[in-house]
């Protein structure tokens, strides 16, 4: 395993952590614009952590994980253009 694919992996569970806690502390509330930034790094980067082990699960929760914050992403930003 190379060092460049740890760091990705390390970098997408430190982002999804993070937005987890920062929502746990209610510093962030869930479905705010910068948390589903957060969640969408976060699992962008685990999802290729994952594709890089062949681990199909692990892949598919990001990757599902992935869609659901891109859609709460462009529900966010739209409402913020309607504004």
């Known amino acids: 395993m190379s ?9 997408g569970a430190v982002l999804t952590l993070l ?4 929502n746990h502390k209610k510093i962030r509330r869930r ?3 910068e948390y589903c930034l957060l969640t969408l790094a976060g699992s962008f980067l685990l ?3 994952a594709f890089s082990f062949f681990s199909l699960v692990m892949f598919s929760l990001n990757a ?5 914050a891109f859609h709460y992403i462009m529900k966010l930003s739209h409402h913020r253009r309607r504004v």
């Open 47 to 49: 999802a290729i952590y």
């Open 31 to 33: 479905l705010t614009y």
């Open 64 to 68: 599902f994980w992935f869609v659901v």
């Open 19 to 22: 937005a987890f806690v920062l």
């Open 3 to 11: 060092l460049a694919i740890t760091l990705i992996g390390i970098s």
